[in-house]
């Protein structure tokens, strides 16, 4: 029950304030110590990504499983209002939101959503920088909002931390390329894990969110396209945002100047509006 409470306060508190800019955040410091092993420690195999990952999840734990102890034997009260503060650190919703309303409201769009995404959007129409913005939105409504959460409520305060630990790791080394395709693999398959029940739970809400979806296509009416993403994860969401929109998402994209043959998700239109991208921050707000 304590962890429930913590977990509502803790969202309500990253709505309200969004991020504490008067600290440095706890995710910038798991990546600079991310960045002091590589330095000192990279090689290009497996085994060596893997004492990465076992360094940070003990370290990090450790000192979080400390700070969970020493709040909670100051009681209940203090116990979830210090602990919710500190769990809205690693909620990021309102961040969320405001990157994808400055894509919005921006004068020069492909700049603002080249902040957010990783394609190539020189050539991007603004459909497709639409497109990419709800993705993006519906992506990180599992990364960023629900798994956290998640996390939290099983686990407490080690649960959120350990979470975004690895959510870090992964954002930082799992790339398939030269460098980080066997030094980031154990980082990015132990994201795909962590992430394989709440990208689900955050597919479920979105199809709740619409009755009109929930008929048509079924509560888990996401399953069939989001199985086509190259992440295990990734699709669920995308594809549900995209069946409540009745948009089509997904599609061949330009990744560092070559043409990537992704899959469609979703059965609606494939010219995306901004009022699309509006619509879609309303859910599960």
């Known amino acids: 029950m304590i962890n429930i409470t913590i977990a509502i306060f803790a969202y309500l508190i990253d709505r309200k304030f969004g991020e504490f800019r008067s600290i440095k955040h706890p995710v910038i410091i798991f990546g600079e110590m991310i960045e002091f092993f590589e330095k000192h420690f990279y090689k290009d195999s497996v085994s060596r990504g893997a004492l990465l990952v076992i360094f940070m999840l003990c370290v990090v734990g450790t000192i979080a499983i400390l700070i969970q ?25 309102n961040m969320l939101i405001e990157s994808v309303k400055n894509v919005l409201s ?5 700049q603002a959503i080249s902040m957010l995404v990783s394609r190539d959007t020189e050539h991007m129409s603004e459909s497709d920088i639409y497109k990419a913005s709800i993705e993006t939105y519906a992506e990180n409504l599992s990364d960023g909002v629900i798994a956290p959460l998640f996390y939290l409520l099983f686990f407490g305060l080690f649960g959120i931390v350990i979470y975004k630990v ?62 086509k993403h190259e992440s295990p994860n990734a699709g669920h969401p995308i594809t549900a945002m995209a069946l409540v929109l009745e948009v089509k998402l997904g599609g061949d994209t ?9 899959p469609y998700f979703g059965e609606g239109r494939e010219n995306i509006t901004k009022e699309d ?9």
């Open 106 to 110: 921006a004068e020069d769009k492909k």
């Open 277 to 285: 991208v509006q619509n879609a921050l309303q859910i599960l707000v």
């Open 69 to 93: 102890l020493y709040i909670e034997s100051l009681g209940w009260f203090l116990n979830i209002l210090i602990t919710s503060v500190l769990a809205s650190i690693f909620v990021a919703h």
């Open 254 to 262: 330009y990744y560092f100047g070559k043409l990537k043959h992704k």
């Open 166 to 227: 690895i959510n870090t790791m992964d954002s930082m080394v799992g790339y398939k390329n030269e460098i980080y395709i066997n030094f980031g693999k154990v980082a990015a398959r132990l994201d795909d894990l962590v992430n394989y029940i709440p990208a689900r739970i955050t597919a479920v809400l979105i199809m709740l969110s619409s009755y009109d979806a929930r008929e048509k296509y079924g509560t888990l009416g996401f399953y069939k396209d989001g199985e």
